[in-house]
């Protein structure tokens, strides 16, 4: 872990969500970079480093936010409750669960989408698309394995992105070993929210691409036969180990002209929510430098840190951004 200290000022954290595998990843990843990190959440729990919380609960909620420096959040809360308690009151969240918030007057700052990817996946992005401003189009493929640790909330995600559709796009990616060159599938094309302001008017192309490939060709055959839309939830459904994992990840970011490459870069590491973790550990720092100048109100991973500014910090993590070289066939999209 590279030397990640809080400011001075602020040293507090407390996750929400702490009772998950990635709370727990996070709030080790913070104790680790010299914190004091607290986990929080509605069932009862006789650590010494947690705290009930209950966001169906207002009050618990409240006296949470009054005693701590910072919030991460890894809970999917549709009602935003925390999130919108800070913007009232003030204090600093960082939301890593993948939920939208509207802009608006506000005392305090939410940085959203904090993860991954999206999160570090944007910063990629508004790098090539600043070398290349003239690129019409931003491919993302994200990888995920299938034993990966899938909570309800990650299984009605992935449900919801590929059912939303009977027949999804795909596309030839050649993505780094161990997955190679793939046809990766459309996913939750209809969102719209992908890249947020980063696009700016582009098209945005996500795809997803399962590790494992017999869970991959059958999602293809069902895709292909125009079925994928009516598999049940349960097919979504992964056992838990209750710990983070170290399964091989690389998102996939390319910006083209008219369907030419231009350039890709590829994210990689090994395990997803301890990746998180760490990206959210460099999120907050980059936050806490800007205490004296800070903005208020819902913020986005691109506006309060740069791929260059990271890019060494996140290397030492374990979480190298990789320049592809052009393939020999650009992947085109078609219906599967």
């Known amino acids: 872990m590279p030397d990640m200290k809080p400011m001075p000022d602020m040293n507090r954290v407390l996750v929400l969500g702490g009772q998950g595998a990635l709370g727990r990843a996070i709030a080790e990843a913070f104790g680790a970079a010299g914190w004091t ?8 729990d006789s650590a010494a480093d947690f705290r009930h919380v209950d966001l ?20 999917p809360d549709e009602g935003l409750v925390a999130e919108r308690m800070i913007l009232h009151r003030g204090g600093l969240l960082i939301n890593v669960s993948a939920m939208a918030a509207e802009p608006g007057p506000a005392r305090g700052t939410v940085l959203m989408n904090a993860g991954i990817a999206p999160g570090l996946t944007n910063l990629l992005a508004a790098d090539l698309l600043a ?7 931003v491919e993302l493929v994200f990888t995920v394995s299938a034993r990966s640790i899938v909570g309800p909330a990650g299984s009605s995600f992935a449900h919801r ?11 030839v990616v050649p993505l780094p070993e161990p997955f190679g060159r793939r046809r990766c599938l459309g996913f939750a094309e209809s969102d719209g929210g992908w890249l947020g302001a980063v ?16 869970v991959h060709s059958a999602l293809l055959a069902f895709n292909s036969a125009g079925l994928i839309g009516r598999l049940p939830r349960s097919a979504f459904a992964a056992g838990s180990s209750g710990e983070a994992g170290a399964e091989p990840v690389a998102h996939w970011v390319a910006v083209r002209r008219r369907g030419t490459w231009l ?4 994210l990689r590491c090994r395990g997803d929510f301890r ?3 760490a990206g959210t550990v460099l999120f907050a720092r980059s936050l806490a430098a800007r205490a004296g100048a800070r903005p208020t109100g819902v913020l ?10 990271l890019r060494f910090a996140l290397a030492e993590a374990g979480i190298d951004v990789v320049d592809e070289q052009s393939p020999s066939e650009a992947g085109s999209a078609e219906c599967g």
Do not use: M
Not at 37 to 44: M, N, Q
Not at 61 to 75: G, K, N, R
Not at 131 to 137: L, T
Not at 300 to 309: D, H, N, T, V, Y
């Open 37 to 44: 990190a607290s986990r929080a959440g509605r069932r009862p």
């Open 56 to 75: 169906d609960e207002p009050e618990t909620v409240e006296q949470a936010l009054a005693e701590t420096d910072l919030i991460v959040s890894t809970v």
């Open 131 to 137: 070398q290349h401003p003239e690129a019409d189009e």
């Open 161 to 171: 992105g590929l059912t939303g559709s009977d027949r999804h796009h795909t596309a």
């Open 199 to 214: 696009a700016d008017g582009r098209a945005v192309s996500p795809y997803l691409c399962i590790s494992e490939r017999h």
């Open 263 to 266: 350039a890709a870069r590829t």
């Open 275 to 277: 990746s998180t973790a």
């Open 300 to 309: 986005a991973p691109e506006q309060i840190a740069a791929l260059g500014e």
